[in-house]
């Protein structure tokens, strides 16, 4: 059986073709960089097909454009798009009638600054970071407590996963621990008086025999490596 291989030239080739067309969806490369955290002059030879990114940059690169490394052995417009899903009919029909697809638009993919204002008994401020990846009606979360938050400096026992629907002006979003531990019901709307992507509501936590409500501000980072890497450290000082 005849096994199809490519030389290192072509597929750095391959890559720039792809990544030509992927940044051609930006006005500025300059600022492309800058979100990638990638070197400008590095990131023209891997667009020339000069260069090769290393394993933990082009990991970066395919979450950034949400592609995967078939990037590196496929024209751009012969890799499938990411399959999509609807939202489960029971959500639906819970969400009606002001049910509307979640767009880029209202709720931009990326990474999100979580702060959560403390209650009675915790006037403390606790800050924790959720990724965004829009599915066809709603947005898949992703999301880690920060260890004072969950109680274990394990990546395990403080991620949190849910997804988030659009009714009306509000976005819905249900989030979970693992086996259903902290579950959070939040409602919030785009702050129409600050320009920089910040979203306000509040937060119903089941974690106890009486639910709590706290107050939330969620600021959108986007693909910005830098400003996600400043939120990191903030989030681990909580």
Known sequence: MAVDTRTPAELRSMLG?????????????????RQLGVNRTQFNRYLSGESF????????????FDVDARILLKPLEEIPAPRRCDLP?????????????????????????????????????????????????????????????????SATGRELRGFAACAGPNIYAVLSREAGR???????????????GVWIGSCMEHSA?????YRLEIRHL???FRATLGAARLVRRT
């Open 222 to 224: 986007g693909h910005d």
């Open 182 to 196: 902290d579950s959070k019901t939040i409602v919030i709307r785009k702050d129409m008086t600050d320009g920089n």
């Open 89 to 153: 009919e029971s959500v639906v029909q819970f969400l009606r009638p002001g049910l509307a697809a979640l767009t880029e638009d209202a709720f931009p993919s990326g990474v999100y600054l979580v702060t959560q204002h403390g209650g009675e008994g915790d006037p403390r401020a606790h800050h924790w970071l959720v990724q965004t990846r829009h599915l066809h009606q709603c947005a898949v979360l992703r999301g880690f407590l920060p260890p004072a938050m969950a109680g274990t400096r």
């Open 209 to 213: 025999a009486t639910p709590h409500i």
């Open 17 to 33: 073709a792809n990544l030509r067309q992927l940044a051609d969806r930006y006005p500025s490369v300059a600022e492309l960089c």
């Open 53 to 64: 990114p290393r394993p933990d940059v082009l990991d970066r690169i395919c979450r950034f």
